[in-house]
């Protein structure tokens, strides 16, 4: 039993069990080290990602890792070592959704035929419906918006690697499954900025993770609306960049990453210039007569936060405000005047100069190593522009393609895992794995069976618990077997995931493979009894 606690006072007593895998299944909700303002999720945790959102309670429970870090010890992620130079393709979009529901297609908006293929899609959604009925609802089950993205893109062997929600803000990232096992250390927090602080239907959701070993970082945000509050929302992003926390020592805030990317409805409008003008120079296509007087254009250059950053041109039209169904801007009473809200920016962290107490001889050499490893990651926006067929908002959404260059920190999963022998319901089955780099491992590790086309790391057929007795040698071969009574009776292509419970993520998958449909598949009237006409 643990025992926690909060700074109200109360006091939480957690006494942990392992469970079956049904029964885990149905629990799968549950946290790890949740603090205020700060969520570090295993799984999925819509659950308790509203209790804080809501309420702002304390910490629930401590990981592995944070056990671990109150003992002193240093959190390892295997060696790294430096490969050759490749190229993944990020498609981000941020869409103010206003609490619309998701339209019935997305092909269009995540380009899914695209050439080259995308890796990595990043999505940012503000004003999702957050009534206390819908918002419940949503706790219980995937929100429609996860459910219309994850549905489109499993098909096609993206797998959703972590999500984070406050209120109306939803940041979900899909990855090839490919690179799962390369994505790790993934935390997300969020910062309210809504009244007072208080309330969060504006303010920044942000997920972290390790990329191939680069430290990136995403943040969605939206900030306060109307024209006059130009000066609030910088004020509002420097807030969420100052403040937001992670539990990482080499990047314990935003800025330390190696890449972020700040997106959102930043709302942000155009100054001086009348409504009559605006439309104008929009429907004579001349945009540029209105960047000077676009408020982030025009607070970039006071702000030297803000000149880190940065935005490809606007040469598409302002995505805001539009009457709903259609691609007419506002014609309602309030004729709002048409505006950029809607951004997407991205910061490349600064070289670290030298110390100045150091010689020349070492200065050189201290920046010719810095350089070699602040800037191995080279980021190109591709595509910055919207999509004007959707109409379920009074936004357009926002559509940003990136390539990103990088060499590898490491090439190689953590843990190699795979199944052994032939696989179907009649008899138990066994696994293998292999820990091939050092890594903080846990004996609340475990290894899932997936179907081939899975959602995300809790969509699981079944899972078995890793070796409890001891923690895994480098290198070692450790065989588990796995109940045929939990083994899917028709059988399909699977493939088996290491679930890391300190690097919150999938660190090994094995190839595909066939499990056999069962013989107790036609005694259960699950199949037909003859096939091709003839009796089995």
């Excluded at 179907?451 to 995300?456: A, E, L, N, P, R």
Aim: hydrophobic share 35%.
């Amino acid at each position: 039993m643990l025992r926690f606690k909060s700074r109200a006072g109360c006091v939480w007593d957690f006494v942990f069990r392992r469970g079956t895998a049904e029964a885990q299944k149905r629990t799968n909700s549950q946290t790890t080290g949740l603090n205020v303002g700060k969520q570090f999720q295993s799984l999925d945790s819509p659950l308790e990602s509203f209790v804080i959102c809501a309420q702002g309670v304390c910490t629930f429970s401590k990981t592995p890792r944070e056990r671990h870090v109150d003992k002193g010890e240093k959190m390892s992620t295997g060696r790294i070592r430096s490969v050759g130079k490749d190229k993944c393709r990020l498609h981000m979009v941020t869409w103010n959704v206003a609490t619309a529901e998701p339209p019935e297609d997305v092909a269009s908006l995540l380009q899914l035929d695209v050439q080259p293929p995308t890796d990595l899609y990043v999505i940012g959604l503000q004003e999702v419906n957050a009534t206390p009925v819908r918002f419940i609802s949503d706790l219980l089950v995937e929100d429609s918006w996860s459910h219309v993205f994850m549905d489109t893109l499993a098909p096609r062997g993206f797998v959703k690697v972590t999500s984070v929600r406050m209120q109306g803000l939803l940041l979900l990232v899909f990855a090839k499954q490919a690179h799962l096992p390369f994505i790790r250390n993934i935390q997300t927090t969020y910062t309210r900025t809504g009244i007072f602080g208080y309330w969060g239907n504006k303010g920044g959701v942000s997920m972290r993770f390790s990329f191939y070993g680069h430290m990136v970082c995403f943040l969605n945000c939206h900030l306060a609306a109307h024209m006059n509050y130009a000066l609030q929302r910088v004020d509002e992003i420097e807030y969420i960049l100052e403040n937001q926390e992670f539990d990482m020592s080499d990047t314990p805030y935003v800025r330390d990453h190696k890449v972020v990317f700040c997106f959102g409805d930043l709302n942000f409008r155009i100054s001086d210039h009348g409504l009559h003008f605006i439309r104008s120079s929009i429907n004579g296509e001349r945009l540029h007569l209105l960047w000077n007087k676009d408020q982030l254009i025009m607070m970039k250059k006071n702000e030297p936060f803000l000149q880190e950053f940065e935005e490809g041109p606007l040469n598409f039209k302002p995505t805001y405000k539009f009457d709903r169904n259609s691609d007419t801007y506002d014609t309602s009473g309030k004729k709002r005047k048409p505006a950029w809200t809607d951004r997407i920016l991205w910061r490349i962290k600064p070289k670290t100069p030298p110390s100045e107490d150091v010689d020349d001889d070492e200065k050189a050499s201290t920046s010719a190593d810095e350089e070699m490893d602040e800037y191995p990651l080279l980021v190109t926006q591709d595509k910055y522009t919207s999509d004007m067929s959707y109409g379920v908002s009074d936004h357009k959404p926002v559509i940003a393609t990136f390539s990103l260059e990088l060499r590898k920190h490491f090439d190689t999963p953590l843990v190699h895992v795979s199944p052994l022998g032939v696989w179907s319901a009649d008899q138990d089955a066994l696994i293998t794995y292999t820990v091939l780099e050092d890594f903080e491992s846990s004996t609340w590790d475990w290894i899932g069976l997936y179907k081939v086309g899975f959602k995300s790391a809790s969509d699981y057929e079944t899972f078995v618990w890793v070796r409890e007795v001891d923690l895994p040698e480098t290198n070692e071969v450790i065989q588990i077997s796995v109940d045929k009574d939990e083994i899917p009776l028709l059988g399909g292509q699977y493939v088996l995931g290491y679930y890391s419970t300190n690097l919150q993520s999938i660190i090994g998958l094995s190839a595909d493979f066939q499990i056999l449909e069962s013989k107790r598949a036609v005694m259960e009237g699950l199949v037909p009894e003859n096939s091709n006409g003839l009796d089995k």
